[in-house]
Nanobody, 120 residues
């Protein structure tokens, strides 16, 4: 499974961005997650959506601000990010795995990452 993330950019605090993750092959059998790695930080879990029932999980710091969604027919997963904060600055990665998990070891396929910079 090849994944390609896009949609990153520079935005002011309080603004919004929508990230997309596109696959060359079907994503219907995979749980899809977003992770991020900020400057000088380890990569961390952001959100995941199940392929079977569309259920979602979010890390606490983005709850109420970010929304993950998927379109299995188009083989895409999106992350709508609202009320962005400078601490959201990071490279964002999409990933595909077999479990709706917050642990990156559970994911088998990764996109190349897209940079989000939030200015104060």
């Amino acid at each position: 499974v090849q994944l390609q993330a896009s949609g990153g950019g520079l935005v002011q605090a309080g603004g919004s961005l929508r990230l997309s993750c596109a696959a060359l092959h079907t994503l219907s059998d995979y749980d899809m997650g977003w992770f991020r790695q900020g400057p000088g930080k380890e990569r961390e879990f952001v959100a995941v959506i199940s392929w079977s029932d569309g259920s979602t999980l979010y890390t606490d710091s983005v709850k109420g601000r970010f929304t993950i969604s998927r379109d299995n027919a188009k083989n895409t997963v999106s992350l709508q990010m609202n009320s962005l904060k400078p601490e959201d600055t990071a490279v964002y990665y999409c990933a595909a795995g077999d479990h709706r998990s917050g642990f990156e070891d559970e994911y088998d396929y990764w996109g190349q990452g897209t940079l989000v910079t939030v200015s104060s």
